[in-house]
């Protein structure tokens, strides 16, 4: 077979091109922007300013109001009674994420976790028939009231949770 048998006829491409135009199906490369000498050192200039400022913003303290406030735990415990209406762990997550973010926007959540099944007991502790926490809290409220409104508000409470409240002593 020669080289000339193996090439496609004269005009195939420029007709097969033509008519995807046509139909929509191809378009012409988008227009190559030319910038002006200027542009390259504003953008980094930009990126620059941009990086300072998230910088500084990642050091600025936690609320003044949680960090004059006593703090308090909320320990969740589950027992037997706990979620017996079968709500999705992913809905559970998503309700108390919500709760969470509320206290977090009004400067009264400091930390919040799902704590893991494992445990290690440390020194003469007897853990026997003892119920395990499942998750925390650390809120900010201004009185033992405030702070057991807070937790009352806790949707754990609502799936047949147990929340212990406990104030954390300053050391």
């Known amino acids: 077979m020669s080289e000339d048998e193996l090439l496609p006829p004269a005009g195939l491409e420029d007709r097969v091109v033509s008519t995807l135009r046509e139909r929509g ?98 020194g003469a502790g007897e853990s026997a028939g003892r119920q395990e926490p499942a998750g925390l809290f650390i809120i900010a409220a201004r009185t033992d009231e405030e702070a057991l409104a807070i937790a009352r508000s806790c949707p754990h409470l609502r799936h047949g949770g147990t929340v212990s409240l406990r104030p954390i002593e300053p050391t």
């Open 25 to 122: 199906l191809l378009h012409d490369a988008a227009p190559r922007i030319r910038f002006r000498r200027w542009v390259w050192p504003a953008a980094i200039a930009a990126g620059l300013l941009l990086f300072a400022g998230g910088f500084t913003l990642g050091r600025v303290p936690r609320s003044a109001l949680a960090a004059d406030l006593p703090r308090y735990t909320l320990l969740l415990y589950e027992g037997p009674e706990f979620n017996r209406g079968g709500t999705p762990e992913a809905q559970l997550v998503a309700e108390y994420s919500e709760w969470a973010g509320k206290l977090a926007q009004q400067g009264r959540l400091q930390a919040g976790e799902k704590l893991g099944a494992r445990e290690w007991m440390l």
